[in-house]
C-alpha cells in the first residue's frame, strides 16, 4: 500500500506540519509506502512527483484551503478531509483510505 | 525566538480568555508585539475559523500580523487541563502561542514552527515537557529543536 498525500492549513504554520506528522506515524506504524507533501508558509516542501502519483494506491487530501497542483491527482482514488481530522482522526481516516482502495 | 520569559510552567489558569491575556501581556511586555489588542483578535480570529486545539490536551493558538515585531513562541503548561473551545470541548493544558510578522525575512523561525508543530504530534516529546521541572529544563527542550534545524 502506498498513500501519498498533501496537507494544508489557513496560516500555513502549524496544521500543516502537524497533519504531516500524524499521516507519516500513521502509515508508518502500519507498514504503508507513504509520502506527504506540505503546503505551508515554507511554501511546498516534499512536493510529490509525477512518479510517486503513478505509484500510489491512493491519495489523502487533507487541506482546509485551495492547493496547487490538485490536477496532478486526476484519476487517483481520493480521500478529502480538513486538515484537523488528519490530527484528531488519523486512525479513521487512514481507514477510509484503504477502503477506497478495495473498492475500486 | 524561544525565550524563557515565554516560558510558563504550571500556571493557575483555566480559560482561553486568562491564558491569552497572560501570554500577550508578556510578549508585550518584551517587546514582541506592536499592538496588543489587534494582535489578540487576530488570534481569537484564528480560534473563530477552527478552535486550534488539536487534541493531545494541546492548543496552539496563532496569528501572522504585522503588529509582530520578531517571531515568538510561547509556552504554557497550566495546573489542570479545562475546555479551550465548547465547539469540540478538547481539554487543553499545553498551550503554545505562536505571532509571525506578515512579511517574514526569512524561513528560519517558520521552520522552526514546523518542526516544533510536528514534536508535539509525538507522545514522548509531549512527556518530556509534562515532566519538566523546572522553566529552564522546559526552555532547553524547546531550545534543542531550535539548534537541530540550525536556527
Not at chain 1, 486538515?83 to 481507514?95: F, G, H, K, P, T
Not at chain 2, 496588543?36 to 501572522?64: D, M, Q, W, Y
Amino acid at each position: 500500500m502506498k498513500i501519498i498525500g498533501v496537507t494544508a492549513c489557513p496560516t500555513g504554520i502549524a496544521h500543516t506540519y502537524m497533519a504531516q506528522e500524524c499521516l507519516e506515524s500513521e502509515c508508518k506504524r502500519r507498514g504503508f509506502e507513504y509520502k506527504i507533501e506540505t503546503q505551508g508558509s515554507i511554501g511546498i516542501e516534499n512536493e510529490l512527483t509525477e512518479a510517486d502519483v503513478e505509484s500510489a494506491d491512493v491519495v489523502i487530501l487533507a487541506v482546509s484551503i485551495t492547493i496547487e497542483g490538485e490536477e496532478r491527482f486526476e484519476g487517483k482514488p481520493i480521500i478529502r478531509a480538513s486538515v484537523d481530522r488528519a490530527i484528531s482522526d488519523v486512525v479513521r481516516l487512514v481507514d477510509e483510505a484503504v477502503a477506497l482502495t478495495q473498492n475500486s | 525566538m524561544i525565550e524563557k520569559d515565554l516560558v510558563f510552567l504550571d500556571a493557575d489558569l483555566s480559560s482561553r480568555e486568562a491564558v491569552l491575556d497572560t501570554i500577550i501581556e508578556k510578549a508585550d511586555q518584551l517587546n514582541y508585539l506592536s499592538d496588543k489588542s489587534v494582535f489578540k483578535e487576530g488570534v481569537l480570529e484564528r480560534e473563530e475559523t477552527i478552535p486550534t486545539s488539536v487534541g493531545f490536551k494541546v492548543a496552539i493558538p496563532h496569528c501572522r500580523s504585522d503588529v509582530v515585531n520578531h517571531p515568538f513562541v510561547a509556552f504554557m503548561r497550566t495546573t489542570q487541563d479545562f475546555i479551550w473551545d465548547t465547539r469540540n470541548n478538547e481539554t487543553v493544558d499545553f498551550i503554545f502561542m505562536i505571532g509571525v510578522p506578515e512579511s517574514s525575512g526569512d524561513n528560519l523561525h517558520l521552520k522552526f514552527l514546523s518542526a516544533i508543530s510536528r514534536k508535539l504530534m509525538k507522545e514522548e516529546f509531549r512527556d518530556s515537557l509534562r515532566s519538566a521541572k523546572t522553566t529552564q529544563e522546559a526552555y532547553d527542550i524547546l531550545e534543542s529543536i531550535n539548534q537541530s534545524i540550525g536556527g
